[in-house]
């Protein structure tokens, strides 16, 4: 991706936070969709040029070439599973901040609801303020009893927001530190079969005769 498309992706994918805020965390989520996205795109190219390179080895004539490449053409088999359970890993770690983005939006709903009940309760005062000078008694006091409704409703939405936030932030802790260990047990997990699959490669390209040895068994085919 270059930098003018990853520029425009961001702007866009902050434009959309606009109305739902968050935006920052809406990058994270987009940005680890990327990465998810560049680890496949590799993990293709890497698959593709070793098929490649087994083709151009089968038809040549070195045979000590086509050997060692179709092994490794097998270690890259091994290579592209260890890298697609990784791709699974990276979904599940952008799983977590999902997660934390629906809780912060549940908060947010909240909010919202607490607002409005502080409008309704504002404009009942009002009511109440201008009926004290020509609502006649049954009007007064139905808007009194509005006034307590508003109240009550208020004094609800205000610990509905409080559990929201507290209930909110445990799993947010809970889903960050979760995704943290895990991915981070993945990224060691793919270190080590990496370590191991690429180790093999390296001995294995050891069988590769040198040049020399190359000439010496040639002169020997012609004598």
């Not at 504002?122 to 006091?141: C, G, N, Q, W, Y």
Request: aromatic share 4%; charged share 35%.
């Amino acid at each position: 991706m270059d930098r003018a498309t990853k520029a425009i992706r961001r702007s866009g994918v902050r434009l959309k936070s606009l109305g739902g805020g968050h935006a920052d965390l809406n990058m994270v989520i987009s940005e680890l969709k990327d990465v998810r996205q560049a680890a496949k795109i590799l993990m293709q190219a890497q698959n593709t040029a070793s098929q490649d390179m087994l083709k151009w080895s089968l038809n040549g004539e070195n045979r000590a070439i086509q050997d060692v490449a179709s092994q490794l053409a097998e270690l890259n088999s091994l290579w592209t599973e260890v890298q697609k359970e990784f791709t699974e890993h990276l979904k599940d770690y952008k799983y977590q901040f999902e997660v934390i983005l629906e809780g912060e939006r549940h908060v947010d709903q909240a909010r919202n609801h607490l607002a409005a009940c502080e409008q309704r309760e504002m404009k009942i005062k009002k009511e109440l303020k201008k009926a004290a000078k020509k609502a006649t008694e049954e009007e007064f006091r139905q808007l009194e009893i509005k006034l307590m409704q508003a109240e009550s409703a208020k004094d609800l939405a205000q610990l509905e927001v409080l559990d929201r936030i507290q209930e909110n932030e445990a799993l947010k802790t809970m889903r960050f530190k979760q995704g943290i260990l895990k991915i981070s047990e993945a990224y060691v997990e793919l270190a080590n079969k990496c370590a191991i699959i690429f180790g093999a490669q390296r001995d294995i390209s050891c069988y590769i005769p040198d040049v020399e040895e190359i000439g010496r068994a040639s002169c020997r085919e012609r004598v």
